[in-house]
């Protein structure tokens, strides 16, 4: 069990050894975490990833038989853990628990030899109900999104759906479970939630949970994101003044995204992810699995590798590394870094996917 006492202990993640393979992209960045979607589906419309005005009741999510089986999940976890280094496995979405019997695959990845970590991240408005379902199946952590917790700011940045007791009835599910540390994401925009970081920190303070406020990324073309609804890192640490001393923390494993900070009478701990002037990716480990099968080496990335063909054509094993071994050996990704060398250099505001290669 880790100890809450010390900010340091409560925000860390399990320790990551080095790993015996050395899958090295072209900028020399090992392959450490895979995250995998398990449903392309979520049951809020959140406005900064999923909005209701084109994510409606005619849109058209990936049909069940195009998704991955668990079996198919599974497989090249193990392939990405015992062959190319990953140590980490992260289950998201889409809304993940809204996937049926997730904890029969979690059940599945939790004894692969090697892995370190099986973390989930949640909206947290099913997380009450199955919580200790997926602690008892295998998974060690969960981190929920949760944007602000007054009602009337939740239901703007929801879409209108979900209750926001209901997500903090699944922090304390999560926490009795043993899913510790819970981690809160907060995504913070100009002019709608700022408000929420102070309360957010306020109300976890002490209480063995870590918020971490993530600066309002242009993710995709579809969320409305302006250069001016962005709330920097340096101003949110600014927000927090008056809650107590904060110290800046140690990285706890090579490419870790978020600035750590702990309290200095250990009453716990915040993170911010920055992405624009001060970009989290250059040292980036981190590659996603689509819902549907495709290996996606960057967050901001228009295509992937397609795995889900090759699985149900009946390739091998070694034939499945390979081709994850190209993707990654060719990967050069490092969007947020390009972004902040042409604000700077010649004052763009927003980049493209096609202007910076995904």
Known sequence: ???????????????MTEARPQLLDRLQRPLRELRISV????????SYCMPEDVYDEGYRFTRRAEILRFEEITRLARLAVQRLGVRKLRLTGGEPLTRRELPALIQMLAPIDGLQDLAL???????????????RAGLRRATVSLDALDAPTFAKLSGGRGDVAEVLRGIEAAQAAGLSPVKINCVVQRGVNEHAVRALAERFRGRGVVVR????????????????????????????????TL?????THHGEVAQ????????????????????????CTRARLSADGRLLNCLFAEHGTDLRAPMRDGVGDDALVAAIERAWGARGDRYSEQRAERWSRDGRRRLEMYQVGG
Not at 223 to 234: E, F, I, L
Not at 260 to 283: E, S
Request: glycine content about 12%.
């Open 213 to 244: 406020f993530i600066e309002f990324m242009d993710v995709g073309t579809r969320n409305a994101w302006q250069p001016d609804s962005v709330v920097g890192a340096d101003e949110i640490c600014a927000m927090l003044e008056g809650l107590g």
């Open 121 to 135: 991240t949640t909206n947290g408005s099913l997380l009450a109900f199955q919580a200790d379902a997926l602690a």
């Open 247 to 251: 110290e800046r923390l140690p990285a």
């Open 39 to 46: 449903t392309d589906r979520c049951n809020f419309r959140c």
């Open 1 to 15: 069990m880790l100890d809450f006492g010390t900010g340091a202990n409560m925000f860390s993640s399990p320790p």
């Open 260 to 283: 750590r900070y702990a309290y200095a009478d250990g009453q716990g701990a915040v993170g911010v992810i920055a992405a624009g002037p001060r970009p989290c990716c250059g040292d």
